[in-house]
């Protein structure tokens, strides 16, 4: 049976066109009918040509390429289980995680799912089809899918398939956040949102956000950054230095994936601190190790393993995490073009995360 789904066929092709509907292929797959799906920074970075490895490995594993459907997050009702599914039955309300997992892997025994083993890690979107469509596939359903709890708001929901979990564990678990912290968060998208809002459950004294949009840094500041740099009108490392009295911040995240904001984080990180990149880079960057190797740092970069995703779902659930903010435009499943131009347009459009409902 034919479906509607968003098409990735190669760096700067996307196509909003029929596909066949997704079927179990597994036993522990599930097929869910998505009722919410949105897009990433990632998936416009894949648009860019940021991953061409969605196309090699296709061709690599079956000699050709006929493009990948995008959306790795949302939220949807079960359709149908395989035969191994015991945790969910169709009908079931769930949040489809971005990361799949067995579970029983050596990287799965050790949290790190999104290395998982035995084909799982960030798959949905990229190694196989995805949730920008009316169905999806999720493989090891069991382990890779939550239940909708009653009661919290189904936009906030649809951030818990990446963009929270990744900012808690990649930006501020990653980046060891401590009470008294001052921090800086490079990026405010929806991954800095994110950083922001969690890193605030760890009581960090001063939070800076650095973006290029007004907008955005408007919204950082009413989610509770303290202080905002517009990176485009001014120089931010001299701001953070200054803010910090010289001696540069506790943790740095860099949430855009570029070379121009890792290049602000590697300059503001004082002794002892961490550097968490959180960002997906398609390119090198500089990495200023002559200055670096003497300050007892601590990098890091990753992919989320969404392995706090349940804490984080509890938290939302509480009204803890005002994520609801996040959501600032809607559009229906047959506009999604549509969503994808106003997101990549998102500075103009005053956009942060577009909700596409079906
Ligand atoms: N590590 C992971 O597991 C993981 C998971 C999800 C997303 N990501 C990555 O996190 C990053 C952020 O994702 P997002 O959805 O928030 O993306 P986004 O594109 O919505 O946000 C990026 C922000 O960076 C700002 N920006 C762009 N260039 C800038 C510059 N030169 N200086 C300052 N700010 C600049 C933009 O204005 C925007 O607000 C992306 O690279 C995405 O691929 C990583
Ligand atoms: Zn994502
Ligand atoms: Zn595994």
């Not at 570029?258 to 002892?272: H, N, P, R, S, Y």
Request: hydrophobic share 40%; proline share 3%.
């Amino acid at each position: 049976m034919p479906m509607k789904a968003m098409v990735y066929h190669g760096a700067g092709d996307i196509r909003f066109e029929e596909r066949a509907r997704p079927t179990l292929l597994a036993p522990t797959d599930a097929i869910v009918r998505m009722t919410k799906t949105t897009i990433c920074g990632t998936d416009l970075g894949i648009w860019k040509g940021k991953n061409p490895e969605i196309e090699t490995t296709a061709k690599a594993r079956t000699g050709s390429f006929d493009g990948r459907i995008l959306g790795h997050e949302g939220i949807g009702i079960v359709e149908e289980v395989g035969s191994a599914v015991t945790n969910f039955k169709k009908g079931d309300k769930v949040i489809i995680s971005c990361v799949s997992r067995c579970g029983t892997c050596e990287n799965c025994q050790k949290q790190l799912y999104a290395h998982c083993r035995n084909g799982g890690g960030w798959i949905l979107g990229y190694m196989i089809d995805g949730t920008q469509a009316e169905y999806v596939r999720t493989p090891y359903a069991d382990n890779s899918l939550y239940l909708l709890p009653e009661g919290l708001n189904e936009d906030v929901a649809v951030l818990l398939s990446d963009a929270l979990p990744t900012a808690h564990e990649i930006g501020v678990q990653y980046g060891n956040v401590k009470p008294g912290d001052t921090i800086a968060i490079v990026g405010a998208g929806p991954v800095g949102m994110g950083c922001l809002l969690t890193a605030q459950l760890y009581s960090p004294s001063d939070i800076i956000v650095v973006d290029m949009d007004d907008n955005r840094l408007a919204m950082a500041r009413e989610l509770g950054a303290t202080h905002t740099v517009n990176s485009g009108k001014e120089d931010a490392v001299a701001r953070i230095l200054s803010i910090t009295q010289e001696r540069g911040v506790d943790c740095a995240m860099e949430a855009v994936g570029l070379e121009a904001t890792w290049d602000i984080c590697q300059q503001i990180v004082k002794e002892g601190g961490h550097l968490a990149n959180v960002g997906v880079h398609g390119t090198p960057v500089r990495f200023s190790l002559e200055k670096l190797w003497i300050k007892n740092l601590t990098i890091t970069t990753g992919l989320v393993n969404a392995n706090t995703t349940a804490m984080l779902m509890k938290t939302c659930c509480s009204g803890k995490l005002p994520m609801d903010k996040l959501a600032t435009h809607h559009f229906k499943f047959d506009e999604l073009e549509k969503a994808y131009d106003v997101f990549k347009h998102a500075a103009d459009e005053k956009a942060m995360k577009v909700i596409v409902d079906l």
